[in-house]
């Protein structure tokens, strides 16, 4: 980000008269920031969190402002052997896989976890073992990610004190990664960056063995997650490199610099979780790359069995068994990668 000379921001006002009070936590304005667009007093149709919105500020102290929450719990540790691979899935199987085929896997939250009346909240299982739900094994291990729409994902922080004691039943849950968009205020940066640190201790709290999301937008913002994880020796961490709606095809390659600008600052043999790779070509990039132990969440066998198509996204011959395919797929994508 860039500070202007005047010290203003791009939509006109001062840092002065505002935020300077989060000075320490900003590096300055951010020349792509949306809300210079906005007409200022006009904040009711406006979908951004910044200094000149009323109420935004009180909003940010009622969090406990920018500082990262005290971790006065132990972070989870991975439970059993980490794999290469978590794949992740948005249904439920219909035939429940073999025992032994299915070491991992993550559901998504938004189809399979919150319910589908955004607005209300809650659950969309009302009970019931989450294996017995999702169809898998008794030896599967199974996770939850949260790396989803924000609708849900603001339901989700609504009601989210309902939904924790359900969430303990997960081998592993991702803490929820509140949107960072790099066309946002700053503001409305350090405000989600901390909404997503509070769910993860507040998880932790409630005997969920929960990682915490790196969601970042400048570089100040990794100084302070190294700084976080350093402190309270966290050893499991998510972050992802996903972009969404970005046209350049190496769009990912700037997340991916901020992932390697983390990993030099954190312990070498911290896991860190790693979402939107994508192809098998990024991934075998990135392992090059980045010399930590990575677990990459993939949808790409998930995705590509629903589509009747193979790994290599040939058409499978045959009759579609989309839960036969989805296990093929993952078999084929593991033997690559490694």
Known sequence: MKVSKENTMTCGGSCKDTCCHYSKFCSGCNDNCRAAFCHYGHCSSCD???????????????????????????????????????????????????????????????????????????????????????RVHPDTRIAMHMYIPDPPLEAFWRTRRDIYPSLREFDLVIAPNFSVY??????????????????????????????????????????????????????????????????????WRKYLNGVQYLARKIPRETVIILAGAGSIGKIKTIRIEIRQQLVFLTTQPFLLARKGRLINR????????????FLENLEAFRKEIL
């Open 48 to 134: 951004y969190l910044c200094s000149r919105r009323s109420g935004a500020e009180t909003l940010f102290n009622t969090l406990g402002g920018p500082e990262f929450p005290y971790l006065r719990i132990s972070p989870t540790t991975w439970p059993g052997e980490v794999p290469p691979i978590l794949p992740a899935v948005a249904t439920r199987f219909g035939d429940m896989p073999a025992p032994g085929s299915l070491p991992w896997v993550v559901i998504n939250a938004a189809r399979m976890v919150i319910s589908r009346n955004f607005k209300a909240g809650g659950l969309r299982r009302k009970s019931g073992n989450i294996r017995e739900f999702a």
């Open 182 to 251: 790099e066309d946002s205020p700053r503001l409305e940066h350090l405000i989600n960056i901390k909404r997503s640190t509070l769910v993860y201790v507040e998880m932790l709290q409630n005997g969920i063995r929960a990682v915490p999301d790196v969601s970042w937008a400048t570089y100040d913002d990794l100084d302070r997650w190294a700084d976080y994880i350093n402190r309270y020796s966290i050893p499991v961490i998510s972050t992802s490199i996903q972009t969404v709606h970005q046209n350049a095809s190496n769009y």
């Open 314 to 325: 040939q058409l499978a011959v045959g009759p579609r068994n989309y839960d036969r395919l």
